[in-house]
Structures are given as structure tokens and as C-alpha cells.
T-cell receptor
Framework: QKEVEQNSGPLSVPEGAIASLNCTYSDRGSQSFFWYRQYSGKSPELIMF????GDKEDGRFTAQLNKASQYVSLLIRDSQPSDSATYLC??????????FGDGTTLTVKP | DAGITQSPRYKITETGRQVTLMCHQTWSHSYMFWYRQDLGHGLRLIYYSAAADITDKGEVPDGYVVSRSKTENFPLTLESATRSQTSVYFCASSDRISGGERQYFGPGTRLTVT
């Protein structure tokens, strides 16, 4: 079992829809959870981070964390074509090391 | 300009040669990381450093060597390059803030080993 697993995708949604990206992790000692966006040929950039159970909202993005279920998700509301990218889930353990999932590729169709 | 830079951006080398990838950051971040990203996959940690002269292995350290004599520099050396090391290499840095560890990534180095 991989330490961090994401929906393999690709995920395709129409413009204006909600995109839902999911991530599960195996280390119960994980402390911090991150969502990075990576455009093709570019480096990852941070979108959201969350430490506590519940929801965290930032504009059109909402991160949700459920430590009991070892599950973190990212919702993108009112999806735009510019949101088309690969989204990487990263989990940091209490030793300070981050583990990344393989990513989910999202395509938003106009 | 402030930020994190990597050089070279592209490199083609032959099997068995030694290659060094450079990483430089201007934020004085304490943590620096090296990842490799293979086509269609996420990032795998090679080595990381918590401060100057402190380094530790990540998930896939075999065949790589790092050093960190200065806070701002974190070079990665492939001692004897192999085809399996063909990949995109990302350097990242971070500074612990409120218990978190947001990482800032460099532009990447695309390495091809022939």
C-alpha cells in the first residue's frame, strides 16, 4: 500500500462545476496536509494546507480533513479552464518528511 | 531576484558520468529538499537537509550524494549516472511556520542519461 494514494484520474468536469479530488494516507502520525497544483512542465505550487479536522476554505478552494478516516480532499468550486492541471496531495509526518501522492490530472472543459 | 533557482535547467549526460545539479535559495530557509519526478508520477524524496551540515536520506537516496556547506546552497550529485536516473529533479526549500512546512519549489532540472 502506498503511503499516500490519490484518485488516479484523469478527472474531467465542465466549466462551472465542482471538482472533487481525494487523497488517503496510511501514517496516523501525519501532522500536516498540503495540496499542490502542477501545470504541465512546471514546478508544483501550494494551493492549500490544513492541519486540523474539518474544512478550510480559501476562495474557490476548500480542503477537508478527516484524521479518523485518514482522508483529505480538495474541492474546487466554479471550476475554470485555468484550473486544468495535476493536483498533488502531500502529507508531512512528525519527523518532518513529506510524502507525495502520484497526483490527479484535472481537465476543465469550456 | 529572491527565490529558488536550479541549474542547469536541462542536462544530457552519458551512463557512468558524474553529474551535479545545483540549487540556490535566497530566503535563508533552513530546510531544503531534493525530489525526482518520473513521467506520470508524483514526487519522490531523495535527500533533505534541516540546516547547513545536516542532511538525511529520503525515499530513494541510492546513487545520489548531497552536501550543504552553506544555508543557501544544496547541490545534488549523481556519482555514476544510470539510465534509471533519467528524470525531472526538483529542489525545494521551506521554513517551519506555525508547525507547518510549506515548500517552495525551484523550476526543475530535466536530466537525460543516455
Amino acid at each position: 500500500q502506498k503511503e499516500v494514494e490519490q484518485n488516479s484520474g484523469p478527472l474531467s468536469v465542465p466549466e462551472g462545476a465542482i471538482a472533487s479530488l481525494n487523497c488517503t494516507y496510511s501514517d496516523r502520525g501525519s501532522q500536516s496536509f498540503f495540496w499542490y497544483r502542477q501545470y504541465s512542465g512546471k514546478s508544483p505550487e501550494l494551493i492549500m494546507f490544513i492541519y486540523s479536522n474539518g474544512d478550510k476554505e480559501d476562495g474557490r478552494f476548500t480542503a477537508q480533513l478527516n484524521k479518523a478516516s485518514q482522508y483529505v480532499s480538495l474541492l474546487i468550486r466554479d471550476s475554470q479552464p485555468s484550473d486544468s492541471a495535476t493536483y498533488l496531495c502531500a502529507v508531512r509526518n512528525n519527523a518532518g518528511k513529506s510524502t507525495f501522492g502520484d497526483g490527479t490530472t484535472l481537465t476543465v472543459k469550456p | 531576484d529572491a527565490g529558488i533557482t536550479q541549474s542547469p535547467r536541462y542536462k544530457i549526460t552519458e551512463t557512468g558520468r558524474q553529474v551535479t545539479l545545483m540549487c540556490h535559495q535566497t530566503w535563508s530557509h533552513s530546510y531544503m529538499f531534493w525530489y525526482r519526478q518520473d513521467l506520470g508520477h508524483g514526487l519522490r524524496l531523495i535527500y533533505y537537509s534541516a540546516a547547513a551540515d545536516i542532511t538525511d536520506k529520503g525515499e530513494v537516496p541510492d546513487g545520489y550524494v548531497v552536501s550543504r556547506s552553506k544555508t543557501e546552497n544544496f547541490p545534488l550529485t549523481l556519482e555514476s549516472a544510470t539510465r534509471s536516473q533519467t528524470s525531472v529533479y526538483f529542489c525545494a526549500s521551506s521554513d517551519r511556520i506555525s508547525g507547518g512546512e510549506r515548500q517552495y519549489f525551484g523550476p526543475g532540472t530535466r536530466l537525460t542519461v543516455t
